[in-house]
């Protein structure tokens, strides 16, 4: 067995595609009206369609993962962020943990936790 895709829930999946294509270079594989592949696994589901299969609600910001990315240029990437989405939702700005590695936290336009980090060595 293999873990195949990460799927996440957007409001609209035309401006989440077209963030995750700005800020990660991520392109559209397929799309399934209302279910999108993208590049790198990532997975962007309509939120109404996800509903109605789970019958529950979608709790934005429930902080309970993260998508992760790996970015050597950590400070080109926060000023092409800044640039493109001035009104982007902060968890932390730019930091450097204890052990080395430079990281940002950020909920992209649904609620989705996202950490940018440097690459560790």
Not at 12 to 26: M, P, V
Not at 77 to 84: A, D, G, P, R, S
Not at 92 to 99: I, P, V
Request: proline residues 2%; contains cysteine; negative net charge.
């Amino acid at each position: 067995m293999k873990l195949k895709n990460t799927l996440i829930v957007v409001k609209d999946i035309n401006k989440a595609k077209q963030f995750y294509y700005d800020l990660f270079g991520l392109e559209m594989i397929q799309d399934n009206d209302g279910n999108m592949i993208l590049t790198d696994g990532l997975v962007l589901q309509e939120e109404r369609y996800w509903k109605e299969f789970l019958k529950r609600d979608i709790i934005p910001q429930s902080n309970s993962c993260e998508l992760y990315f790996e970015e050597a240029d950590i400070e080109g990437f926060v000023e092409k962020l800044e640039t493109l989405y001035p009104d982007i939702q902060y968890v932390n700005q730019l930091m450097t943990h204890s052990w080395g590695q430079t990281v940002i936290r950020f909920y992209d336009l649904d609620g989705n936790l996202i950490e940018v980090g440097t690459p560790m060595k």
